[in-house]
């Protein structure tokens, strides 16, 4: 991106935020003293719940911008409030749930490939070793192996 891209890009930034600000929570436009009878209804709500992000930033170095108009209609305004709130955050509860489907998955897979490590790594040791006598006692070795890591895996997968 050259430079006066990133200029504009930059004013274009600015210019929307500033007009954010202008209809942000707290205005003169819904002040009873100035402008008597004129409060924040449904639509005023679902623009101050999509800028919320911006105007609890901006609340955090002045006192005359707030989150939530308390001029406002009743209801309306917070059904509006609502939906512009969902709008602007609350997009991450479905990411969050197939994620966790695909750790479940994934933590089985690691397990069996575990699994299948150890038993042919004890099985290529028992290979160099005489069979006759220690083939019982090592497959005996290797199933209470496999049980142990298979268990305590699965059990520290659960846990989180």
Not at 91 to 105: D, E, F, N, P, S
Not at 114 to 138: L, M, P, Q
Not at 146 to 155: G, S
């Amino acid at each position: 991106m050259s430079m006066n891209k990133r200029y504009v890009a930059l004013g274009l930034i600015l210019v929307v935020a500033l007009m954010c600000l202008s209809c942000a929570p707290g205005n003169e436009r819904w002040d009873q003293v100035i402008n008597p009878d004129q409060k924040a209804g449904f639509w005023a709500g679902i623009w101050h719940g999509i800028i919320i992000v911006i105007t609890f930033i901006v609340s955090l170095f002045t006192s005359k911008v707030g989150l939530y108009e308390v001029n406002n209609t009743g209801w309306p305004y917070n059904l509006g409030f609502l939906i512009g709130l969902f709008i602007s955050v609350g997009g991450g509860i479905r990411i969050h749930r197939t994620r966790r489907r695909h750790k479940r998955y994934d933590w089985d897979e690691i397990g069996n490939k575990i699994e299948e490590r150890v038993h042919s790594g004890v099985k290529a040791w028992f290979d160099e070793t005489e069979k006759e006598e220690k083939e019982r006692e090592w497959e005996e070795i290797a199933k209470k192996i496999e049980e142990k890591i298979k268990t305590a895996l699965r059990e520290w997968a659960e846990k989180e």
